[in-house]
């Protein structure tokens, strides 16, 4: 028998071995990060998000936050999120089954539901969450999930976590769509469901629902749809791109964030029929084993619901804003991706060791954009992410899109 002594000693050793080597193996990964030009470095705000913000005691204006809408500083929101600290507390320190439900959270709900017409909503702590706790909650081993390919991370993630059947089809590609739907039925599926990324944040180009619609009413497909990077201001009054499509009645779920468009703070959320809500009450694991949404959120929340019911003010300014930007920069040479109407306008550079170095140059311009590359995006499809807001004024866009053409000559980029 070893005595106490003996064992700590032992376990001292080993504990001090393993963690040199899990150090070792740490700073050999970050090395070739480093080595490969695709390290990301975080800078500091030390204001509040807005189109002007301080980074690094330097005052810059922002082109790289889902700020499309300009709420995140929104003085409404502010005193709205003040007035629920003082009401109802700071956080419910409980899941919504136990004692984590206030009535704002139902109300919050209740606005979410018919702010995309549908029965109910459920609210997660993130949209991450609300993916992750959809697929496994909702489909078992003798159902089909068929996913773009280019759907989101957690998209990707909480198809994994379940036991339906998966099938991928090429980004886009709807023949491929219509092929991977063929091998589910022969693969005897209860249910398919077609799964797709509303708007691609990457890319900046939108899913064509009305075709996706016509493919899945022909393969009795369900069709689930996330709109974080959609809700709140793409089609005419920002209802996404179902409202875009005119589709909303054929799309059986939509999953979206609130920290985005929608205030910019935190929560996701899934919405759809009475019956399928029910089901994720009862079943899906981030919502039952994870704290409610803290009250401000949700009160600040409603308020946003409010202001884009009562007026699509922020949304027309924002298309406007969009058109702008996207039509400069072809102007004068470079290469924007994604839809024109999307106010995701990636700038496409190539090169992962250039689209870092430009994004640190338009830092000295006084522009805030940050150079995306894998594995974020694809090798060799590196680029500078630029994101327009309602917030900006065409004073901002002009001076963007002449730091852009400067960096690019200077480059040789275009």
Same mark, same amino acid.
């Given at each position: 028998?070893?005595?106490?002594?003996?064992?700590?000693?032992?376990?001292?050793?080993?504990?001090?071995?393993?963690?040199?080597?899990?150090?070792?193996?740490?700073?050999?990964?970050?090395?070739?990060?480093?080595?490969?030009?695709?390290?990301?470095?975080?800078?500091?705000?030390?204001?509040?998000?807005?189109?002007?913000?301080?980074?690094?005691?330097?005052?810059?204006?922002?082109?790289?936050?889902?700020?499309?809408?300009?709420?995140?500083?929104?003085?409404?929101?502010? #005193?709205?999120?003040?007035?629920?600290? #003082?009401?109802?507390?700071?956080?419910?320190?409980?899941?919504?089954?136990?004692?984590?439900?206030?009535?704002?959270?139902?109300?919050?709900?209740?606005?979410?539901?018919?702010?995309?017409?549908?029965?109910?909503?459920?609210?997660?702590?993130?949209?991450?969450?609300?993916?992750?706790?959809?697929?496994?909650?909702?489909?078992?081993?003798?159902?089909?999930?068929?996913? #773009?390919?280019?759907?989101?991370?957690?998209?990707?993630?909480?198809?994994?976590?379940?036991?339906?059947?998966?099938?991928?089809?090429?980004?886009?590609?709807?023949?491929?769509?219509?092929?991977?739907?063929?091998?589910?039925?022969?693969?005897?599926?209860?249910?398919?469901?077609?799964?797709?990324?509303?708007?691609?944040?990457?890319?900046?180009?939108?899913?064509?629902? #009305?075709?996706?619609?016509?493919?899945?009413?022909?393969?009795?497909?369900?069709?689930?749809?996330?709109?974080?990077?959609?809700?709140?201001?793409?089609?005419?009054?920002?209802?996404?791109?179902?409202?875009?499509?005119?589709?909303?009645?054929?799309?059986? $779920?939509?999953?979206?964030?609130?920290?985005?468009?929608?205030?910019?703070?935190?929560?996701?959320?899934?919405?759809?029929?009475?019956?399928?809500?029910?089901?994720?009450?009862?079943?899906?694991?981030?919502?039952?084993?994870?704290?409610?949404? $803290?009250?401000?959120?949700?009160?600040?929340?409603?308020? $946003?619901?409010?202001?884009?019911?009562?007026?699509?003010?922020?949304?027309?300014?924002?298309?406007?804003?969009?058109?702008?930007?996207?039509?400069?920069?072809?102007?004068?040479?470079?290469?924007?991706?994604?839809?024109?109407?999307?106010?995701?306008?990636?700038?496409?550079?190539?090169?992962?060791?250039?689209?870092?170095?430009?994004?640190?140059?338009?830092?000295?311009?006084?522009?805030?954009?940050?150079?995306?590359?894998?594995?974020?995006?694809?090798?060799?499809?590196?680029?500078?992410?630029?994101?327009?807001?309602?917030?900006?004024?065409?004073?901002?866009?002009?001076?963007?899109?002449?730091?852009?053409?400067?960096?690019?000559?200077?480059?040789?980029?275009?």
């Amino acid at each position: 028998m070893l005595s106490k002594t003996s064992k700590n000693f032992i376990q001292k050793c080993f504990s001090t071995k393993a963690s040199k080597k899990l150090t070792k193996i740490c700073e050999q990964t970050i090395s070739e990060i480093k080595a490969a030009g695709t390290y990301k470095r975080e800078k500091q705000i030390t204001s509040p998000q807005s189109v002007e913000i301080t980074v690094n005691d330097r005052k810059m204006l922002n082109f790289c936050a889902n700020n499309y809408l300009g709420l995140s500083n929104n003085k409404e929101l502010i #005193d709205s999120a003040k007035a629920a600290l #003082d009401s109802r507390g700071y956080g419910m320190s409980s899941v919504r089954f136990i004692c984590g439900t206030q009535d704002i959270h139902k109300s919050l709900e209740s606005s979410i539901s018919k702010f995309h017409s549908f029965e109910d909503a459920i609210l997660y702590s993130s949209c991450f969450d609300a993916n992750a706790g959809f697929f496994e909650a909702m489909l078992a081993e003798n159902d089909a999930v068929i996913s #773009d390919a280019l759907n989101h991370a957690s998209i990707i993630d909480g198809i994994r976590l379940c036991k339906a059947k998966r099938f991928r089809y090429k980004h886009l590609d709807l023949n491929d769509l219509e092929e991977q739907l063929k091998c589910a039925e022969g693969a005897g599926a209860r249910m398919k469901f077609i799964v797709t990324d509303g708007v691609f944040s990457m890319d900046g180009d939108i899913a064509p629902l #009305d075709k996706i619609v016509q493919i899945a009413e022909k393969y009795e497909a369900n069709l689930f749809v996330d709109e974080s990077h959609s809700s709140g201001f793409i089609g005419k009054t920002g209802r996404g791109t179902p409202e875009l499509f005119e589709v909303n009645e054929y799309v059986d $779920v939509i999953n979206s964030t609130l920290g985005k468009a929608l205030g910019g703070g935190s929560g996701g959320y899934s919405t759809g029929s009475k019956e399928l809500i029910d089901v994720l009450r009862q079943k899906s694991r981030p919502y039952l084993f994870s704290n409610s949404l $803290v009250p401000s959120i949700a009160q600040a929340s409603i308020q $946003v619901f409010d202001i884009l019911t009562n007026s699509s003010h922020l949304v027309e300014k924002l298309k406007r804003n969009t058109d702008q930007f996207r039509n400069s920069m072809k102007k004068i040479g470079f290469n924007v991706l994604g839809s024109d109407g999307c106010p995701i306008a990636p700038v496409l550079l190539k090169d992962e060791k250039l689209a870092t170095e430009f994004g640190e140059k338009m830092a000295n311009e006084g522009i805030y954009v940050v150079g995306f590359s894998y594995p974020v995006v694809p090798k060799g499809q590196a680029r500078i992410r630029v994101q327009l807001s309602a917030a900006h004024e065409k004073e901002h866009i002009d001076k963007a899109v002449a730091a852009f053409e400067k960096l690019g000559r200077e480059l040789k980029v275009i």
